[in-house]
Each structure stands twice: as C-alpha cells, then as structure tokens.
C-alpha cells in the first residue's frame, strides 16, 4: 500500500470527513489528546467512519509525512447509500439483485467476488463500514476493473440493511453451510439479496437469525467447504439460471 493512499495529519483527516471524501478507514495513534483530536473522532464517529487505534510504530513507514498520528485511508471509488440504490432497483421493470458481504476480510476474495457480481448483473454490493477488506490496487487488479462499474453501498450496521431490504419487500438468503436445504432448490425468480460471510467464521449467528431463508451447495467430494469468491459465484449464477 503507498503513502498516496493516504491523507495525513489531524486537520486534514477531519476536512476529509466533514467534505464527505470516501474514506475506508482512519488510523489514529494511541494515546493521543487534546481538543482537535476529539474533534476528529467525534466526526468519525457521526459519519460511521471506521477507526482502528495503533501504536505510535505503526507510522514510521509514513515519517516523510507530517502525520500528526492520524492517517485516513481513501477510497478510489465512491460509495452509494444504501437506502436510495435499494429504492431505485425495486423501481427497475426487472427483479431486483442485490449482494451483502460479511465482513470479507481478504482484499483478493473481495475483488473477485466484484467481478462475479458484476458479470451476474448484481445491482449493488452491500458491506459494512468496518471489519471489511480495504479497497485497494490489490482488489482493484482481481476485480479486473469491476470495481469501478460495480456500485457499492456501506452501512454502519449489516441488520440496518437486512431489515430495509426485508421491509421493501427483498427475500434475503444466507449462504451458509448449515442450512438445511440446497440453493438449487430455493426459488430466485424474485427480488434477492444474497448474504456471503468471512473466510473464517462465515456469517455472523445474529445475522442468520434475521433472514429468510439459508442456503447451502452441495458439497460430494472430500473437502467440506469452498473459497467464498467461488461459492460466492455459485450462487449468484444460480439466481441468474433461474431467471433467463
């Protein structure tokens, strides 16, 4: 990841915020005080900005930089709200589609599943705020470019979305191992939003309990489980099978 990245120092961290420039993530030294850092965060946090605390080591690779102990990650593409991408799809002659990631950690997972999702005619890609994987040159190359033709929606809080989509009449699927029933037999020929989970933990038992229905693929061989970018395609190629 290079320095241009990033904007640096506390002033320019919190002009960013305040002039809604996309910003991942904010990188604030620990043990910093005084009035314009608690300007700073108390902005962050009213945006929903995620914020990680790291030592005072975690900048010397930024010592060129008059960092001030703050460094806020930029995005190179702009995120969409959530509420008015869902509202415009449902209004579109044709079913709506949409994508909800929890908390991909793996910057190349996350590229691939953009273009996934972008060849599947995904309407939007939905994540939360923090806890995701960045979007960087490494994600932009596995997007193949994707990323830039994909829209891309955040939100504080992944239920926040889960029940929107719910209440504007969207069937949310879980795409989880533990479900009972095969998403071969699960009828997509309707508004969808498909949930993917992390690498590790998949997705998140409150998140389960929320959604309509949960999914699985049938797995015949040895292994018990597949890379999330594959199974992720798996099933967002079903729903399109299921429509054409």
């Known amino acids: ?25 904010v990188f604030l030294q620990k043990g910093l005080k005084g009035n314009l850092f608690q300007t700073v965060e108390t902005a962050l946090r009213q945006k929903g900005i995620a914020i990680s605390y790291v030592p005072e080591e975690r900048f010397r690779r930024f010592k060129s930089q008059n960092h001030q102990g703050a460094a806020a990650l930029i995005s190179p593409v702009d995120y969409v709200d959530y509420i008015e991408k869902i509202d415009t799809c449902l209004q579109q002659p044709k079913k709506a589609f949409f994508l909800i990631l929890d908390h991909i950690t793996d910057v190349r997972n996350f590229g691939a599943i ?20 960045p979007i960087t040159s490494e994600s932009i190359k596995s997007s193949s470019g994707a990323l830039f033709s ?3 929606c955040r939100s504080t809080h992944i239920k ?3 029940y929107y989509l719910q209440g504007s009449g969207v069937k949310v699927i879980a795409a989880t191992e533990k479900a009972e029933q095969n998403i071969y037999d699960e009828p997509l020929d309707e508004h969808i939003a498909i949930v993917m989970g992390s690498e590790d ?4 038992p409150s998140i ?9 693929l049938p797995m015949l061989g040895k292994v018990d489980s597949l890379n999330v970018s594959v199974a992720c395609g798996l099933f967002l190629y079903e729903v399109v099978r299921q429509r054409l």
Do not use: W
């Open 208 to 216: 389960l309990k929320l959604v309509d229905a949960q999914a699985k």
């Open 1 to 25: 990841m290079t320095s241009d990245e990033y904007i640096f120092g506390l002033r320019a961290v919190l002009e960013a915020c305040e002039t809604d420039t996309p910003i991942q993530k």
């Open 114 to 133: 953009l273009r996934t999702a972008n060849s599947a005619g995904v309407d939007a890609v939905i994540i939360p705020s923090s806890g995701m994987a």
């Open 160 to 162: 926040d979305v889960i």
């Open 150 to 152: 994909t829209s891309i």
């Open 201 to 204: 933990k998949g997705i998140h």
